[in-house]
């Protein structure tokens, strides 16, 4: 069953029952890696109580300092919301969102996200994300339990990987760049528009975050991610005058194949 590849992330759960929980409920539905970005109370008695026997999903779960190396290696990332946000991934429901991971599980490693109990994810966190997973609850009283919540999202990827319907993936020989990776490219990018004064260093946010979006929609693979890395290296160097042909030029490369 694809399931081994798919990490829990929760960012920053506030209470151990809520962990233990989770990890009840992931065990149930076969899934074991759980990841915790800053838990407030860990370890904790309280999350091997609620655990009720999934103390192996509790001993093995990873803790993080931030959320950067939580998703380290991931090529894909959803993120679950309560809320739409003017500026977001797009949406799907659970049945999709489980689909799509399930398929890609197959191939390389896929975290599904979640928020803290009482705020859910930050903007900036769902900026990470490729999807974004609402789950179709009562209009008038949307908040799930975070448990409840990981228990929804749980039981739809082993729906998935039962009936193996796999999503339709274009055929490429390159690996999707990784979360860490992008990253990268947006901080070279950030600093390149800065430099250029195509962005506002004041104010880079907005601009920041629809090109986020953007990449997020286009998923670049690992070559494009050296050909995007490799543009924006030239840019760079020819405003230090150092290109092929320029006083100073070393004829320095970096970037992907191309063809």
């Known amino acids: 069953m694809k399931l081994e590849r798919i990490r829990i992330v929760l960012v920053e759960p506030q209470l151990a ?21 800053r838990p407030q109370q860990w370890p904790h008695p309280d999350a091997a109580t609620m655990a009720s026997g999934a103390d192996d999903v509790l001993q093995h779960a ?3 300092a ?3 190396d939580a998703l380290a290696g991931a090529a894909l990332v959803v993120g679950l919301s309560a809320r739409t946000r003017n500026l977001s991934a797009p949406a799907e429901s659970p049945p999709q969102a489980a689909a799509r991971v399930v398929d890609e599980a197959s191939r390389h490693p896929v ?20 999807r974004v997973v609402h789950i179709p609850a009562n209009p008038d009283f949307s908040s799930l339990n975070l448990a409840a919540a990981v228990q929804v999202m749980c039981y739809e990827l ?3 990987a039962l009936q193996g319907a796999p999503v339709p993936q274009p055929a490429s020989e390159w690996p999707p760049a990784t979360a860490e990776q992008m990253e990268q490219l947006y901080q070279h990018l950030e600093q390149t528009l800065v430099r250029i004064e195509f962005l506002r260093q004041e104010n880079p946010r907005v601009l920041m975050r629809r090109l986020r979006l953007l990449f997020n929609r286009a998923r670049p693979d690992r070559n ?7 543009i924006l290296a030239h840019v760079n160097m020819g405003m230090e005058g150092r290109l092929p042909g320029q ?3 070393t004829g320095e490369r970096l970037g ?4």
């Not at 962990?19 to 149930?28: C, D, E, L, P, Y």
């Not at 979640?114 to 705020?119: H, I, V």
């Not at 494009?224 to 490799?230: H, S, T």
């Not at 992907?256 to 063809?259: H, I, K, L, Y």
């Open 17 to 37: 029952a809520n962990i233990g929980a989770v990890a009840r409920a992931m065990k149930t539905m076969g899934l074991g890696e759980l990841h915790l970005v």
């Open 62 to 64: 990873q803790v993080h």
């Open 66 to 68: 931030g959320l950067e």
């Open 111 to 130: 975290a599904v996200l979640f928020g803290r109990e009482r705020t859910g994810l930050t903007n900036e966190e769902v900026d990470r994300c490729h």
């Open 158 to 160: 082993r729906q998935a």
């Open 224 to 230: 494009e991610y050296q050909i995007l890395r490799g």
């Open 247 to 249: 006083r100073g030029g």
């Open 256 to 259: 992907g194949r191309e063809g």
